[in-house]
Every structure is written in C-alpha cells, then in structure tokens.
C-alpha cells in the first residue's frame, strides 16, 4: 500500500473526482467539462504526488497546489450553472462538497505546519 492510499483527504478527492465525472458528463461544453475534471483529478493527484517527496515543505506545496486546484473546480461550477450544463441542485451538492474537501485540506496544511 502506498501512504497517500491511508489519507482520508486522498481518498475524499478521488470521490469528489468521480462524482464532478459523473455530474459533467453530459455537458455541451466540451472543453469546461475537460477543464473541470482535469482539476477534480489534479486534487488528488497532487495529494499523491506530494506524499512520494523528501520534505514536509515540498508535501504542502503540493497540498497548496491541490487547494488552487479545487478552487478551479468551484469556478469551473460557476460557469457551467451559469451557462445551464449543470442543474442548481447538482451545483449546491458540489458546492458543499467543494467545501467540505476544503476543510480537509486547509486542516490537513495546517498539521503539516505543526509538525515542522
């Protein structure tokens, strides 16, 4: 097993991924549904990525990467409720969800900063 298979803000992202896939799915536009999932997916990748380097410094780099790119998700929201590719339902459940991983990963930099 890998260490970031053990962290729960790991295996939050990759749910959260697999959910924006399914709820963009059916988008019209093509390249904001390419866009959005690249995101969600960059989330927990980089929650990955940052546990297979040396540093705590460098992992929350990666987590602060992972941040900006569920940030980008939460706009990529925006626009496509704007433009009616997604429902104010489905927008609301992702929204909170935006902001439950957000919690996860705020609290998870700030454990890393405890420990240095």
Do not use: P
């Not at 969600?40 to 790119?69: M, Y």
């Not at 489905?90 to 454990?111: D, I, N, V, W």
């Amino acid at each position: 097993m890998f260490k970031f298979e053990t962290l729960d803000i790991w295996k939050e992202s990759v749910k959260f991924a697999d959910e924006i896939y399914q709820v963009v799915r059916n988008s019209s536009d093509y390249s904001l549904n390419d866009q959005i999932k690249r995101a969600a997916n960059s989330i927990a990748l980089n929650i990955a990525e940052g546990t297979g380097r040396g540093s705590k410094n460098d992992f929350k780099r990666f987590i602060q990467i992972s941040i900006g790119s569920l940030y980008e998700v939460v706009t990529c929201l925006y626009i496509m409720k704007n433009h009616k590719d997604i429902t104010q339902e489905a927008f609301t459940r992702l929204y909170e969800r935006s902001q439950q991983l957000s919690k996860m990963l705020h609290g998870f930099m700030s454990y890393l900063e405890k420990e240095q």
